[in-house]
């Protein structure tokens, strides 16, 4: 960290239950040249990789479906989500993870993917990375059910879907998972599909 405007003075552990939970006191240097002392949560849960699933020539993408609770105590009614597959990257680089976590959660076995970009998702108080990447997939690739893994408690549903469907579903509002978004409008821009 080498900003000189930015003095970290201390890092309290508020929570470590599942990921963690610091409360950071710093101090910030304005543009008047003043300093200003300011405290802040920030929730570290590691960086995570995220992947559109795509079918050039039958016009499809994969998607999942799982229960999120965050959206559920946020007026989400059913908490249920539809995204693209996406995981922490663990010990993994965001390409392993990522090819990792697509034969995890949807079952397709893929060898060649495309890193599009890496975004903060939420940066004023998650300090994830999140590496969004695309790859093409057909039926050949297909190796199980998918679903998760049990050891992780994931209960995910797989859907293949007419990417004009699920870009569709942006307006209409029935996604409103970000990275999703992200990378459908970025397969819309690029003429993937």
């Known amino acids: 960290m080498k900003n000189p405007t930015i003095k970290i003075q201390k890092t309290e552990l508020l929570s470590d239950n599942w ?3 610091n409360k950071v006191t710093f101090d910030y240097q304005k ?3 003043s300093w200003i002392t300011q405290k802040r949560e920030v929730y570290d849960r590691g960086n995570g990789a995220a992947i559109l699933l ?10 999942t479906r799982q229960f ?3 959206t559920y105590l946020n007026g989400n009614e059913t908490g249920m989500m539809i995204e693209v597959c996406a995981g922490l990257l663990d010990q993994d680089n965001p390409e392993q993870c990522i090819i990792r976590e697509t034969e995890e959660e949807t079952g397709y076995r893929i060898s060649t993917v495309k890193k599009v970009m890496e975004t903060y998702m939420s940066p004023g108080a998650v300090t994830e990375i999140l590496y969004l990447f695309v790859g093409e997939y057909d039926e050949s690739m297909k190796v199980s059910d998918g679903g ?3 050891h992780e408690e994931e209960n995910i549903d797989v859907i293949e879907m007419s990417f004009e469907e699920a870009y569709a579903m942006i307006e209409s509002g029935q996604m409103q998972d970000a990275k999703t978004i992200m990378l459908l409008q970025y397969a819309k821009i690029h003429n993937l599909v």
């Open 68 to 70: 999120r609770l965050p």
């Open 54 to 63: 795509y079918n050039t020539l039958q016009k499809t993408v994969i998607l």
């Open 31 to 33: 543009k008047d040249d």
């Open 148 to 150: 998760g893994v049990a």
């Open 19 to 21: 990921y963690l939970l």
